[in-house]
């Protein structure tokens, strides 16, 4: 019997699942990992690689041991992670990113560059807001595949921000990754980096695209080598250009090897990785994605019905086209594929070769959903008298807040819960908007306040909290529509797929199915794992021959069109969440409506708002 593993490193903990050729789940388990905050500045989040790595392989051995498999059973594995900067040096050496020393009241830039354990930005640290505002000032055709506007949260911009802030003599040192990449770099001592990270998050232009530099005036350049060297010499990072972009990986056939999705990397774990995560020395390894893309690979190959009916047939290839991913966790991701770019400002993209070979990947986001809803909740005057309830009832607190609702729904003879909280309205940019404004500086607004500071009042802003999440993700898909994607159906991962009364709101907001997995929380780190068995199946189809120079990996790519098939093998099929239908179906979505219409009128009015204020000042 052949098994897989999948690895995913989440914004807060580490996980691995065991699965079965046909992509059953075996065993998983997770670790906390550490995240280190400044004192000084609320946008500062860091991680370790060796604190990352750690939790991954605990959670390796564990699952092994309480399976019973042999690790000799284990064929091949695949990671996903957050899209966080790794620093390290040429030996592999963690690198600091913090300007944190040996005590929190020792900050300073000085310690940047030292040999330390804070060697990763967080894909959440927004301390890179200037740096974006100057790439983005420069109207490169590199902002063309990054929906016009380069996030803060990109590698490029945090690069740097690393180059401002560290002595010179250390940056010149270091190796920077995004973290998928850095994970199969620790595994198995191969410099290859993959094309979802690279395109995705670190201003690589896959080779035979065309870039248009609107600032001279739409002028077309064809991409050559990957990267672009006068937007890397415009933006202050000349050195990446002097040594071939060898920090971020490399020219592709020069000096370095780019992948797709599960390709193999080098020759498979190595000795040392292979002890350490109580594996095989040689598994296979392919090629990591992004947590969101693993998601998209996860989910969207998924037959699907209504609860307790006989899933419909299998999709194709083509039928993902219409499937949005939405990765739903403390953020959320929303991915979408098409046979062309498709520009969409304000979303990520689009990324050529992301996934599959010669299609395109769009990216919208939501900065903070998840941790949104425990942010609302938690801050509530109430929220201590919600847990003491928790405790006395022996139920959690959601049930206990969706009680609270349909008691005051009969109460207050409201029709749904849309019509109890249609005097309270929710924007929630609290941490700024990453789609489709992708503007870091729109903050959360609320109207329709009251004095009550009680269950009731904390149960109708946890009501319109979900809400203000469903209409924001209407906001990212009308977008997208409107510019040539054609989505249909929401397929879901990650731990608010568990949320019912939030994904019947997604349903009724979006009019359209929402899809659930079987188990939603480990849908990203299933992805992950066919990533594992696409790269056995690979070396299979290539003899064992490792891909060893770019020209392996371009060759490679014509079985790219398998990766589908292990896809759609390995995907079980998902229930529908359908948008309401009962007999207030239409009066609650005429309100919706209304509500997303001033939804959309709360960004002009912020905008407005803030171009007063500093007209004020100024």
């Given at each position: ?382 929220f201590p008298k919600l847990q003491e309830l928790s405790k006395q009832t022996g139920k959690n607190t959601y049930d206990l807040l969706g009680e609270r609702l349909e008691t005051l729904m009969k109460e207050r003879g409201a029709e749904t819960l849309t019509h109890l909280t249609k005097d309270l309205h929710f924007y929630p940019d609290l941490h700024g908007n990453r789609s489709p404004l992708a503007d870091p500086r729109m903050r959360g607004m609320i109207m329709g306040l009251t004095l009550d500071d009680g269950i009731s009042d904390l149960a109708a802003k946890f009501n319109v909290t979900l809400e203000a999440i469903a209409l924001q993700t209407r906001h990212i898909v009308d977008e997208m529509n409107a510019k040539g994607h054609h989505i249909s159906s929401i397929y879901m991962s990650g731990s608010q797929a568990k949320n019912g009364p939030l994904m019947r709101l997604l349903a009724t907001v979006l009019n359209m199915p929402v899809i659930i997995p079987p188990q939603p929380s480990a849908a990203v780190v299933l992805g992950a794992a066919m990533l594992g068995r696409f790269a056995h199946d690979l ?80």
């Amino acid at each position: 019997m052949e098994y897989y593993i999948g690895f995913d490193v989440g914004t807060g903990s580490g996980r691995a699942c065991l699965v079965d050729r046909t992509g059953k789940l075996i065993a998983d388990h997770s670790e906390p990992t550490q995240t280190h905050r400044s004192p000084t500045d609320h946008r500062i989040f860091e991680q370790s690689t060796t604190d990352i790595w750690s939790s991954l392989s605990k959670c390796c051995k564990t699952i092994l041991a309480s399976s019973g498999v042999s690790p000799s059973q284990v064929k091949g594995i695949g990671f996903d992670a957050t899209c966080s900067l790794a620093v390290v040096d040429r030996q592999g050496t963690p690198i600091s990113v913090s300007r944190t020393g040996a005590t929190e009241a020792d900050e300073q830039d000085a310690n940047l560059g030292k040999e330390g354990f804070w060697n990763v930005i967080l894909w959440a640290d927004h301390r890179a807001e200037e740096e974006a505002e100057k790439i983005n000032a420069t109207g490169e055709g590199v902002l063309g595949f990054v929906g016009e506007t380069m996030s803060l949260e990109m590698e490029i911009p945090k690069t740097l921000w690393l180059k401002k802030h560290m002595p010179a003599e250390r940056f010149k040192r270091c190796m920077l990754f995004d973290l998928p990449d850095y994970l199969t770099y620790r595994a198995t001592s191969s410099l290859a980096r993959s094309t979802c990270s690279l395109a995705c998050k670190c201003s690589y232009v896959p080779p035979g695209t065309k870039m248009i530099h609107k600032c001279d005036g739409g002028v077309e350049e064809i991409s050559t080598d990957g990267w672009s060297a006068r937007f890397f010499n415009k933006i202050g990072l000349g050195e990446m250009v002097e040594e071939y972009f060898d920090a971020l990986g490399g020219i592709p056939g020069k000096n370095g090897l780019v992948l797709t999705a599960g390709q193999p990397v080098g020759k498979g774990l190595s000795k040392i990785a292979a002890e350490e995560l109580g594996l095989v020395e040689g598994t296979a390894v392919g090629s990591g994605v992004i947590d969101a893309y693993a998601g998209w690979i996860g989910t969207v190959a998924a037959a699907s019905g209504p609860k307790g009916e006989k899933p419909g047939p299998k999709p194709s290839l083509d039928d993902a086209e219409a499937r949005l991913a939405a990765i739903a966790g403390t953020s959320t991701c929303h991915i979408a594929q098409s046979k062309q770019g498709i520009l969409v400002p304000g979303v990520w993209g689009p990324y050529r070769d992301a996934v599959f070979p010669g299609l395109w990947m769009n990216e919208g986001g939501q900065s903070s959903t998840g941790q949104l809803i425990d942010f609302m909740m938690k801050t509530h005057p109430a929220f201590p008298k919600l847990q003491e309830l928790s405790k006395q009832t022996g139920k959690n607190t959601y049930d206990l807040l969706g009680e609270r609702l349909e008691t005051l729904m009969k109460e207050r003879g409201a029709e749904t819960l849309t019509h109890l909280t249609k005097d309270l309205h929710f924007y929630p940019d609290l941490h700024g908007n990453r789609s489709p404004l992708a503007d870091p500086r729109m903050r959360g607004m609320i109207m329709g306040l009251t004095l009550d500071d009680g269950i009731s009042d904390l149960a109708a802003k946890f009501n319109v909290t979900l809400e203000a999440i469903a209409l924001q993700t209407r906001h990212i898909v009308d977008e997208m529509n409107a510019k040539g994607h054609h989505i249909s159906s929401i397929y879901m991962s990650g731990s608010q797929a568990k949320n019912g009364p939030l994904m019947r709101l997604l349903a009724t907001v979006l009019n359209m199915p929402v899809i659930i997995p079987p188990q939603p929380s480990a849908a990203v780190v299933l992805g992950a794992a066919m990533l594992g068995r696409f790269a056995h199946d690979l070396n299979d189809v290539r003899q064992g021959k490792p891909i060893e120079k770019q020209q392996d990996s371009d060759e490679a790519k014509k079985q790219g069109g398998k990766l589908w098939e292990v896809m759609s093998e390995m995907t079980q099929p998902g229930v529908e969440v359908l948008p309401r239908s009962d007999d207030l179906a239409g009066r609650e979505r005429k309100l919706l409506e209304t509500k997303y219409k001033i939804f959309r009128e709360a960004v002009e009015v912020q905008l407005k708002w803030r171009k007063m204020v500093a007209e004020a000042v100024a």
